[in-house]
């Protein structure tokens, strides 16, 4: 029962972050945004003249960066339930072999890889990309009672150690490909 208190307050801690590092967000958007243009410098496109616009679409595809957490979670669920389940169903693998870590080790990847892709092109959304990815791994961690007893744990927190080292360097990498270069 300790352990599952841990959790909940480990959860609750991260949870805790994660709102205050939103709400962070959102004040310096809304400062960055109310800088206001002097009409002598605004042209006929309506930005400053051989301006490019101020504010870069942090937008991937139309889909804000949270959007694209959960739908890189739903695609690493996806990949580990039923793809990992017809496969094993496939070959009539066991459940207690170590094959099923190759299902969790892929759906480690995948979130990682999103993780990277998407604090690369936003990279201010480090601070809740790895949360919204993982949320799975983290209501099984919190919700089952086997959780921290198997041996399962240590793929599942390898993946969460995984996800924030590449949310971070995906957010180096952004942050250093929107500095322009001075030569």
């Not at 693998?93 to 690369?120: H, Q, S």
């Not at 919700?143 to 995906?170: D, K, M, Q, R, Y």
Request: aromatic residues 14%; charged residues 15%; proline residues 4%.
């Amino acid at each position: 029962m300790e352990t599952k208190t841990n959790a909940i307050v480990i959860a609750v801690f991260t949870f805790v972050l994660l709102v205050v590092a939103i709400i962070y967000k959102t004040k310096s958007d809304r400062k960055r945004r109310s800088m206001p243009l002097s009409s002598a410098e605004v042209g006929e496109n309506g930005y400053g003249e051989g301006k490019e616009p101020r504010r870069k679409n942090k937008n991937l595809w139309g889909i804000p960066s949270w959007g694209l957490a959960l739908l890189t979670m739903l695609l690493a669920f996806f990949v580990l339930m039923f793809v990992g389940s017809s496969i094993a169903e496939l070959f009539r693998i066991p459940d207690n072999n170590a094959a099923e870590w190759v299902f969790y080790m892929l759906y480690n990847l995948i979130i990682a890889g999103g993780c990277y892709y998407i604090c690369r092109h936003n990279p201010k959304s480090v601070w809740y990309v790895p949360v919204l990815s993982n949320i799975i791994g983290i209501i099984s961690a919190i919700a089952e009672p086997n959780f921290w007893i198997s041996s399962l744990w240590i793929v599942i927190c390898g993946g969460w150690g995984l996800s924030i080292i590449a949310s971070i360097w995906g957010s180096w990498t952004g942050r250093k490909q929107s500095i322009p270069e001075v030569k």
